[in-house]
């Protein structure tokens, strides 16, 4: 379901009933979470509201695709978002535990919006926008700016490109649509230079991640009989592949893009180390004959139906074994 009319409502009177703002977004911020956050962030700012925005998962560290954005100077530390905010506002984030140390300001803060697209939301805001049938967070937010009557400059529609391009796979996933492409027209017509954020979205890596990179996959693991019989392959990177080959958690988000195009298996998964707790974070890709968005949220995760992850407590070979249980068992989608 689509946001109604009310909720849009809300939303414009509470953005403009409060001159400071608190942004979050989920923890381990990708594309779309840090480009509509920044971009709304933008937006408000060039309006006269004092901006901080923030997410609660360490490092606190901008991923290297995104260090070129502009907005990045609303970014403050976690624990410099106010305890009590007026107003907080939430991007990319379906429920509270993915807003990770800053969850508790969602009790704390006097009004909470939720801008959001996936369909496992659970509207924990006291006003929600949630567009499940949006291709990404930020094509709300510019929804938003235009019902605000604010202008989409050159400076927010580079991250909120970056969050469009990010979500739909530079335009490949079904989730794109005609007007996907009549918004990408009017981010480009600002003048943006798209081709340097898709660059280093997609195309720039440091060398190490190439080396991880062959690592990873040569260790691979195909299991055709997996999903049902429609196959399964799944890889992990290690708390000893991070740090043999210096790379954060954030810098391994693509190796799933590597393994997915295997075409034995519907369903690809990477199991990731996380060196800041300890934890497996889980990431699952499926071609289209699986839901894995429903497979992730019974495994205490969620996301989206083809694009979904969870976070593990088990070792790897017990993660792997409850997952492979769970692919067995659920229903195949009509392609
Ligand atoms: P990832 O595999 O990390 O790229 O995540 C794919 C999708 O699943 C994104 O939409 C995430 O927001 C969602 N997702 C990943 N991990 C979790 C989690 N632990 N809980 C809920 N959603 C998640
Ligand atoms: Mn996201
Ligand atoms: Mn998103």
């Keep these: 379901m689509t946001a109604?009319?009310?909720?849009?409502?809300?939303?414009?009177?509470?953005l403009s009933s409060y001159d400071e703002v608190a942004?979050?977004?989920?923890?381990?911020?990708?594309?779309?979470?840090?480009?509509?956050?920044?971009?709304?962030?933008?937006?408000?700012?060039?309006?006269?509201?004092k901006v901080r925005a923030s997410w609660g998962s360490e490092p606190f560290e901008v991923p290297a695709a995104y260090s070129s954005l502009p907005g990045l100077d609303l970014l403050v530390e976690?624990?410099?978002?106010?305890?009590?905010?007026?107003?907080?506002?939430?991007?990319?984030?379906?429920?509270?535990?993915?807003?990770?140390?800053l969850a508790d300001r969602v009790e704390t803060a006097n009004d909470?919006?939720?801008?959001?697209?996936?369909?496992?939301?659970?509207?924990?805001?006291?006003?929600?926008?949630?567009?499940?049938?949006?291709?990404?967070?930020?094509?709300?937010?510019?929804?938003?700016?235009?019902?605000?009557g604010l202008p989409l400059t050159a400076e927010i529609a580079a991250p909120v490109y970056t969050g469009l391009v990010t979500d739909t796979g530079s335009f490949k996933y079904a989730a794109t649509t005609p007007e996907v492409h009549v918004l990408a027209a009017r981010l480009l017509a600002t003048g943006i230079r798209h081709?340097?954020?898709?660059?280093?979205?997609?195309?720039?890596?440091?060398?190490?991640?190439?080396q991880l990179l062959g690592a990873v996959c040569s260790r691979a693991v195909l299991e055709p009989a997996e999903v049902g019989g429609l196959g399964l392959v799944w890889a992990t990177v290690t708390g000893e592949d991070l740090e043999r080959f210096g790379l954060a958690l954030s810098d391994v988000e693509g190796v799933i893009d590597v393994l997915r195009t295997s075409g034995e298996a519907e369903v690809a998964v990477v199991v990731k180390s996380d060196p800041a707790d300890g934890?497996?974070?889980?990431?699952?890709?499926?071609?289209?004959?699986?839901?894995?968005?429903?497979?992730?949220?019974?495994?205490?995760?969620?996301?989206h139906r083809f694009a979904a992850g969870y976070t593990s407590a088990d070792d790897t070979g017990t993660t792997i074994a409850r997952l492979r249980a769970a692919l067995a068992t659920t229903p195949h989608l009509p392609v």
């Design 4 to 14: 109604a009319e009310d909720d849009w409502t809300e939303a414009v009177r509470l």
């Design 78 to 101: 976690a624990e410099q978002i106010p305890e009590a905010p007026g107003l907080l506002i939430a991007f990319d984030t379906g429920s509270t535990d993915r807003l990770g140390s």
């Design 195 to 210: 081709d340097i954020i898709s660059r280093d979205i997609w195309d720039t890596a440091p060398f190490a991640y190439v």
């Design 279 to 303: 934890l497996l974070k889980v990431s699952t890709r499926s071609k289209g004959a699986v839901d894995v968005g429903a497979v992730c949220a019974a495994l205490g995760g969620g996301g």
């Design 23 to 49: 942004l979050v977004c989920h923890v381990g911020p990708d594309g779309d979470a840090l480009g509509s956050m920044l971009a709304l962030g933008l937006a408000l700012r060039a309006r006269g509201t």
């Design 112 to 148: 909470v919006l939720v801008i959001d697209h996936h369909v496992t939301n659970t509207r924990f805001g006291t006003v929600n926008v949630v567009d499940e049938r949006a291709a990404a967070t930020a094509v709300v937010v510019v929804e938003l700016l235009d019902r605000m």
